[in-house]
């Protein structure tokens, strides 16, 4: 990794850190509860707004448009042009049925 500092001491890196945000990420034939990864001090649309084509997802758990599991995973790319809304999961509103818990 490496590290540059300018004249005034602050320094650039090639890391990007990011924060979690859990949210419900819906496309046309799946919605996708899990953590979006956004840049510190950013919005989910600031996020989606960058020319990255593909959303970082951690944790995420796939369900069906009736509300059925599908699939569970730990790592997923969403390709952002199939995102039709992402709604933040501050209050955990999912799909799960009452008491089940992510793993």
């Given at each position: 990794m490496s590290i540059r500092y300018n004249d005034r001491g602050k320094f650039f890196t090639n890391v990007i850190t990011k924060e979690t945000v859990p949210a419900i990420m819906q496309t046309?034939?799946?919605s996708v509860q899990g953590d979006l990864h956004v840049r510190v001090n950013e919005r989910v649309k600031d996020e989606l707004n960058r020319g990255e084509q593909f959303l970082a997802v951690t944790n995420a758990v796939i369900y069906d448009l009736?509300?059925?599991r599908l699939y569970e995973t730990n790592f997923m790319l969403i390709?952002?042009?199939h995102v039709v809304c992402i709604i933040p999961d501050d209050e955990n509103t999912t799909y799960r049925q009452q008491?089940?818990?992510r793993t």
């Amino acid at each position: 990794m490496s590290i540059r500092y300018n004249d005034r001491g602050k320094f650039f890196t090639n890391v990007i850190t990011k924060e979690t945000v859990p949210a419900i990420m819906q496309t046309l034939v799946t919605s996708v509860q899990g953590d979006l990864h956004v840049r510190v001090n950013e919005r989910v649309k600031d996020e989606l707004n960058r020319g990255e084509q593909f959303l970082a997802v951690t944790n995420a758990v796939i369900y069906d448009l009736k509300g059925q599991r599908l699939y569970e995973t730990n790592f997923m790319l969403i390709n952002r042009d199939h995102v039709v809304c992402i709604i933040p999961d501050d209050e955990n509103t999912t799909y799960r049925q009452q008491g089940e818990k992510r793993t």
